[in-house]
């Protein structure tokens, strides 16, 4: 704790844990209806365990963002509670948000500065920080969101791309517990989405819990390790990936030529929803391993050609939970 | 990533904010346009002066109690400038800048990237208003010290002859010149108050600046009609050109020091109002 010389790229394995309890974000009920009568947030009980990689699903519209905005304190709650951290929030946001890096909403910046002039500006209003390490950091932030070539560019001239590189920079200005990512990958091209890909990974492996918005469930499915899913102002579902994924039920689908009898042995087995097709007799498994079903028809004497367990992706639980893909929600 | 140790890291107490914050204001271009055009007005007075008394016969004529000053010492041109300018131009920059402080941010979205840091608001808003009043104070001095120039050039220079009639040193003279400045800043901290509640209303910097320029114009149009005038104590412009007080001998504090005390209500109500407003509103840009 009493370290001699803050450094900008301290190790994760001293990381002493000062809170109370394991979650990094915690809400109770958190709610926010606007002015106008909307309820954008309601009610919702989150519980980010610390070091997950956190999804925070939800179709456009569905509340994500005023949510962040709730947990970093820039809008209040008009109902409910939070902890980020293990601190109540917001009165203790001087202490917690040091620890937090964020991108909220799209990368926000002077257009008339240069990238590593806006670096420096919030860096500069950061009195956690070392300025004696200012230099040291940016540098080490540029480098890498791989923006050092264009640092000195004015960020009027940056691409989204860029726009949104120097917003994670300006997350990593120093070490933090939490980082808070709302679509961190919007406009980027498929090169740079792998290199955030990459980033979060690095983060979480040294110890960081990552907070993790998007709607792009292909970007949570490959680093997330738990998911919360959200639908109009509501959470509908929040867990591990794998927890998820079995919230809908896997078939079973059985190529055979025998169709007729592989349908008799999978319907004795008690399987619902038996399809039969030309060439596959299809079920669903439910609770029943599938080595249950091979065993069956191979006794039966059904010459089984191929046996496949079809679970349903992310993509199709996430459609199953708000019920209507990525369209705008009122 | 552990923070902990940053965290617990020494406070630096140098005001890095505050330096950034001066910086962002002294090096936007549109700030430093505004303070070329200041330091061209002093330009075009003393030259319009200079010209029109080389005609033989010209007696001088009405206007402000300083112009006739001039022709007899280069010194007045400053007092005279800031005569000129601090109905309009100085209150105009200073709605500028001031309007710009909280829309400004909020209207680029650094509003939310600064409350995260964190910057707590009430911090935010002291800063902001610091940036203000040093930009004003800049362009008071700027009206000055091109003023002075200017003057040394184009007129006689000595020993100065007071309004009051008495005469002091050149040095003396300029030592007033700038408790005048500092006076005429000090009167557009009210103007910099305004701005800085109106820029917490709105996240178009535009629309603050505006209404912070319109605010002072109805206030000096109020100041303007006789019939209210047991209300122009109490208005802020009322005491702005107080400051030729400074400029006797021996120096009339009175007005100056009600001057300086309504100064004070405007910015202890609007820094009041703009902290009520800043420390309570979402910030959804």
């Known amino acids: 704790m009493s370290g001699p010389e803050p450094s900008p790229d301290v190790a994760g394995a001293g990381a002493v844990a000062v809170a109370d309890d394991d979650t990094a974000i915690r809400t109770t009920g958190l709610t926010k209806r606007f002015p106008g009568g909307q309820v954008a947030v309601n009610a919702i009980d989150l519980s980010v365990p610390r070091g997950a990689v956190f999804g925070f699903l939800g179709p456009n519209g569905s509340g994500k963002t005023t949510t962040i905005r709730m947990l970093l304190g820039l809008i209040g709650p008009t109902a409910g509670s939070f902890a980020v951290l293990g601190r109540p929030m917001p009165d203790s946001a001087g202490a917690v948000l040091p620890r937090v890096g964020a991108l909220v909403e799209g990368p926000a910046f002077y257009p008339y500065l240069s990238g590593r002039a806006n670096l420096t500006r919030l860096d500069a209003a950061d009195r956690s920080v070392d300025a004696r390490t200012a230099r040291a950091r940016i540098d080490a932030a540029l480098e890498r969101v791989g923006l050092s070539a264009a640092a000195e560019k004015r960020y009027r001239a940056y691409s989204l791309g860029m726009r949104q590189r120097l917003g994670l920079a300006s997350a990593l200005l120093r070490p933090r517990d939490l980082l808070v990512l709302d679509e961190p990958t919007n406009g980027l091209d498929p090169q740079g989405t792998r290199e955030v890909r990459t980033l979060v990974r690095e983060l979480a492996s040294d110890g960081a819990t990552v907070f993790l918005s998007s709607h792009l469930l292909s970007e949570v499915e490959q680093v997330c390790t738990h998911v919360a899913v959200m639908s109009r102002g509501r959470l509908v579902s929040q867990g591990t990936l794998d927890a998820l994924r079995s919230v809908t039920t896997a078939r079973v689908r059985v190529v055979t030529a025998d169709t007729a009898q592989a349908a008799g042995v999978v319907r004795s087995l008690g399987l619902a929803d038996v399809a039969v097709a030309v060439d596959h007799v299809s079920a669903t498994l439910g609770e029943l391993a599938s080595e249950r079903v091979t065993e069956a028809l191979v006794r039966a004497g059904v010459g089984v050609r191929e046996l496949v367990v079809e679970r349903p992706d992310l993509e199709d639980v996430f459609v199953s939970l708000t019920g209507e893909g990525f369209d705008v929600e009122q | ?285």
């Open chain 2, 1 to 285: 990533m552990s923070s902990s140790e940053v965290v617990i890291a020494r406070r630096s107490w140098r005001p890095r904010f505050l330096a950034s914050e001066l910086r962002l204001v002294f090096t936007r271009r549109r700030n430093l346009a505004m303070l070329v055009v200041l330091a061209g007005a002093p330009l075009l007075l003393g030259l319009a002066i200079r010209l029109s008394t080389r005609r033989p016969g010209g007696g001088g004529g009405g206007g402000p109690a300083f112009i006739g000053q001039i022709t007899g010492n280069g010194l007045f041109l400053a007092f005279t400038s800031l005569v000129v300018t601090l109905p309009l131009f100085l209150p105009l920059v200073v709605s500028v800048v001031s309007g710009e402080a909280v829309a400004g941010e909020a209207s680029t979205g650094t509003l939310r990237s600064l409350l995260v840091v964190p910057v707590g608001r009430t911090r935010l808003l002291v800063v902001k208003f610091a940036g203000i009043i040093a930009y004003a104070f800049a362009a008071t001095l700027t009206v000055g010290v091109s003023a002075i120039v200017v003057g040394f050039a184009l007129f006689p220079t000595g020993p100065v002859t007071l309004l009051s009639g008495g005469t002091i040193p050149l040095s003396a003279a300029l030592l007033r010149v700038l408790l005048v400045a500092l006076y005429v800043a000090a009167m557009l901290a009210s103007v910099a108050a305004i701005g800085l509640f109106v820029s917490t209303l709105t996240e178009v910097p535009l629309a603050a600046m505006a209404t912070t320029a319109i605010l002072v114009i109805v206030i000096e149009i109020l100041n303007a009609i006789p019939q209210i005038s047991q209300i122009h104590p109490y208005l802020m412009t009322q005491w702005w050109l107080s400051f030729g007080d400074l400029v006797r001998d021996p120096v009339g504090y009175g007005n100056i020091a009600h001057g300086l005390v309504v100064t004070a209500v405007y910015v202890v109500v609007f820094g009041s109002l703009a902290w009520a407003r800043l420390t309570t509103r979402d910030v959804t840009s």
